[in-house]
């Protein structure tokens, strides 16, 4: 084969191709002057820092680095990733003689030895990361990224099997998703053991604790995805675990919803939380997570808790607003369209979500890069040669069932049953832009139904070649395949697929997957999976370090085009709409037979309702899952277009400014939310500050919070909102403090600017923000003190048309706020039976449950006490 290289890789490309899927030497004692290796520079377990040098000393067990930064670095040789393989097209060649191994004849491993060697040249298919790193290379890793295995059986001993499961896959490079409906909820009775069971969420965090145990080849973790059914009665403390700091943080969560569920939600029903009557004598051999099953079947059923739908699914939406989890795969639906339908049911997803499979399914992944296929004399797609890649593609896949080790016997007997593959893409955003197409405009909508029902079809058309040839998967049944809700809309369009199918069966149950490809997209140097580019230049954290990123195709642009600003279809991520995002998505989805690997981006200040309304319109368009992510809702995220370090200090020059207190608690909050405000912004914001007059009238509105009773005033200047003043709780707690504070920030923001549409502003970002319990009903329902805080001010401004007559009690002020007067009987005033005890939150659990029992701070959540 040729291995003139002709690729050569930069900066992060060239780390990622190093680190992740090039060919390693076992045994770094081989290094020797000259060898370019990866070295740890920055030894942190949960971020490293690795760099690409040269080898320029080596003495013994030390040896120095020269990294492409020109940095000297000493270090011993066990720190080196010394790797076989030093070019992409090493890499090619060793893939495709691997793959092609499996075909019956040397004539025929010659053939397509050439053919995919062709379209992997140039990374036109660039396959998915297990298969690069492993094809060829090692005998042990698997060739699958995704895997499923079956619902825990529900004893510590099917707990401590499945958890070994899942701990040999991920040893050997496999992604693994795990649905814990099987296991019976928080204190439900465990007759063996005299005792109640700690519930399903509680093993979900052992799963997720060794899953941050492992690492996959030395260059990433294992990685997890946990589901469970809607109708557990645990759901709730699933959908909030990871605001519980340190249970679960290995783990990507999701939730399985019904139709049923959502038309309880849109028609505002009951729903029924319920678990198998665990007495059945053969329950243990019996239960397998499949509660339609289990009805089927005559068996009973055990009511927890009757809750509304909608109390599950704000938890999840205002959850997923927070955090950005857990996601929702509509598992009814998904199952409705799957070609599995009539003999594997899907039961959960891989860690990322695109792939959802049965119990010991895995799928294959490898990605298409569109960007290669832009016909520039006609401005087109190169369809001829995007056909003929997809069609090699699928054989490549289906060649990989053959060629891959099996390290479970279950796994290797449900693959060879279905023959599963997921062939998808990467690089649409970057052919977009060729095409001068905006993502996300209607315009866009209709090349991706164009562009994906393509691939679709040359894709089955392909596989049923392959099965006139090779044979169909051994479950196939050709009515029963073609009845599932994909093939429908598959055979309607396009006709001659569904002749295809019918005279010459089908090699694989599913074909096509879009998978994130986050790590091979970006190695590269193109838009990843069907994504728009997050920006043009942002900073990538990940497990090589923090590094700057320049998307090419915008740079060469702007360097052709001094001085002008990039034209409206080079768009980025966090320039469209969530709904556009969504909308995209569906799109594409209609030409997915497994599912899609994409996030709604969404502005830092996109709210919950808004959140509600995308996740609705995602079931309401058909896409099988959702997810979204909210700028900067985490604590860390992958990409970022600030620099860390870039946090300019604030300084105050005008002689109009804020008082030093004030001006110390915006400081403050600048340095706690890592805003960059540059001088120039802040004496813009100085000019525009309104001093606070001596006396202000206002009113004060008493609304009962989950921490107690709250007392919320609030005062105008000039007509309009400018100051709020909270008191909650007791002097001297967490809650009066936080209230207190909340207040000061409202105050300046109120304070600051064109006063306009302040409020209402302040009132769509604070209202629905929830914590860990709510008070009251419908529209009396208060979420949190914040959300108190924007009933409030909702009700100051409708009640503030008074010419002639003043609203509820009126307060006339003149503190400041740093002369702020408490009130310790404000917790404890007799307020009916409607009343919430002050609560204080709680050092051990965070909840709002610390409370005075026996003159001492107990939990009534944990049993924290902070006597003992």
Not at 295 to 301: F, N, Q, S
Not at 518 to 543: C, D, L
Request: negative net charge; proline residues 4%; aromatic residues 8%.
């Amino acid at each position: 084969m040729n291995t003139v290289q002709k690729q050569r890789l930069e900066g992060l490309s060239e780390k990622i191709f190093l680190d992740r899927y090039a060919w390693k030497d076992a045994d770094p004692s081989h290094a020797k002057v000259g060898d370019v290796v990866l070295v740890l520079t920055k030894d942190d377990p949960k971020f490293p820092t690795k760099e690409v040098g040269e080898i320029v000393a080596r003495e013994g067990r030390n040896a120095t680095v020269k990294t492409r930064r020109g940095e000297l670095v000493e270090t011993d040789v066990e720190k080196l990733t010394l790797n076989i393989e030093k070019t992409p097209e090493e890499m090619w060649d060793r893939l495709a003689k691997a793959i092609s191994s499996v075909e019956e004849t040397p004539e025929l491993q010659k053939e397509w030895e050439g053919k995919f060697r062709s379209i992997l040249d140039d990374w036109k298919l660039v396959p998915g990361g297990r298969i690069a790193a492993g094809a060829g290379a090692s005998d042990e890793l698997t060739l699958f990224n995704c895997y499923v295995i079956p619902s825990p059986k529900d004893s510590r001993g099917g707990i401590m099997e499945t958890l070994s499961e899942m701990t040999e896959i991920m040893a050997r490079g496999g992604g693994v998703g795990i649905n814990l409906s099987s296991l019976r909820p928080r204190r439900a009775i465990v007759k063996g053991v005299n005792g109640s069971s700690s519930g399903a969420v509680s093993w979900g965090g052992l799963f997720s604790y060794t899953t941050g145990l492992i690492e996959q080849g030395g260059s990433r973790r294992g990685a997890l995805m946990l589901m469970i059914n809607d109708w557990h009665p645990d759901v709730l403390d699933f959908i909030t675990v990871k605001q519980t700091m340190g249970q679960v943080t290995n783990a990507n969560l999701s939730v399985c919803v019904s139709n049923g569920f959502m038309k309880a939600v849109k028609e505002d029903l009951d729903w029924e939380l319920v678990f198998p009557d665990t007495t059945y004598e053969d329950y243990n051999e019996v239960w397998d997570g499949d509660l339609d099953k289990w009805k089927a079947d005559g068996r009973r059923v055990v009511h927890y808790r009757t809750v509304k739908a909608r109390e599950i699914w704000h938890t999840i939406i205002e959850s997923a607003w927070k955090s950005a989890e857990p996601g929702v795969v509509f598992m009814e639906y998904y199952n409705q369209m799957s070609n599995s339908w009539y003999f594997n049911p899907i039961i959960c997803t891989n860690p990322c979500g695109e792939q959802g499979l049965p119990g010991w399914g895995v799928c294959n992944l490898s990605a298409m890069n569109l960007s290669k296929f832009y016909d520039e004399e006609n401005n087109d797609v190169a369809w001829d040669e995007l056909a003929t890649t997809t069609h090699y593609s699928v054989r490549f896949l289906d060649n990989v069932i053959s060629r891959t080790p099996y390290h479970f016997e279950e796994n290797e007997r449900n693959q060879k049953k279905e023959r599963r593959v997921g062939l998808g893409t990467m690089g649409l955003a970057e052919l977009m832009i060729k095409l001068k197409i905006r993502y996300g405009s209607p315009e866009s909508l209709e090349f991706l139904d164009k562009l994906y029902g393509f691939i679709a079809k040359e894709a089955y058309l392909a596989s049923a070649e392959i099965a006139e040839e090779k044979g169909s998967f051994p479950a196939f049944e050709a009515d029963k395949y073609l009845q599932s809700g994909f093939m429908k809309v598959m055979t309607e369009v396009y006709p001659e697929v569904g002749e295809a199918i019918q005279e010459k069966g089908v090699r694989n149950v599913t074909i096509i997957t879009q998978a994130p490809t986050g790590s091979t997209g970006t190695m590269v140097g193109t838009s990843t999976g069907i994504e728009p580019y997050f920006a043009f230049k942002y900073y990538r954290q990940s497990r090589l370090g923090f590094d700057e990123q320049f998307v090419p195709i915008a740079q060469e642009w702007l360097d052709s085009h001094p001085g002008e600003s990039l034209p409206d279809y080079f768009i980025t991520a966090m320039d469209l709409s969530a709904e556009d995002h969504i909308r995209a998505q569906a799109a594409i989805q209609r030409w997915v037979d497994s599912s899609i690997s994409k996030t709604a981006n969404c502005p830092a200040d996109f709210t919950v309702e808004e959140t509600k309304r995308l996740y609705e319109l995602a079931f309401d368009l058909g896409c099988k899952g959702v997810t979204i992510y909210r700028d900067g809702s985490r604590d860390t995220q992958v990409l970022q277009t600030e620099k860390k370090e870039d946090k300019a200090e604030v300084k105050s020059t005008d002689a109009d400014a804020p008082s030093n207190e004030e001006k110390e608690s915006l400081d403050d909050l600048d340095k706690t939310l890592s805003v960059s405000v540059s001088a120039k912004d802040k004496a813009v914001f100085d000019k525009q500050y309104k001093k606070r007059p001596q006396v202000l009238r206002g009113a004060t509105y008493k609304i009962n919070t989950p921490f107690g009773m709250a007392y919320i005033t609030i005062n105008d200047l000039n007509g309009v909102p400018s100051e709020i003043f909270l008191n909650v709780g007791k002097a001297g707690s967490d809650v009066f403090a936080m209230a207190e504070a909340l207040g000061r920030v409202c105050s300046l923001f109120l304070r600051y600017g064109d006063h306009g549409q302040k409020a209402e502003l302040l009132i769509k970002h604070l209202k629905g923000i929830g914590g860990s319990g709510a008070i009251g009903f419908g529209p009396n329902r208060v979420e949190s003190i914040a959300d108190a805080v924007a009933k409030a001010l909702e009700t100051h401004i409708q009640n503030n048309q008074y010419d002639d007559h003043d609203p509820a009690p009126v307060a006339a002020t003149i503190a400041h706020h740093d002369d702020h007067v408490s009130s310790d009987s404000h917790g404890t005033h007799d307020h009916g039976s409607a009343a919430v005890t002050s609560r204080d939150l709680c050092p051990s659990c965070g909840s709002a449950s610390l409370i005075n029992v026996e003159g001492c701070k107990t939990c009534s959540n944990c049993g924290y006490s902070k006597c003992s």
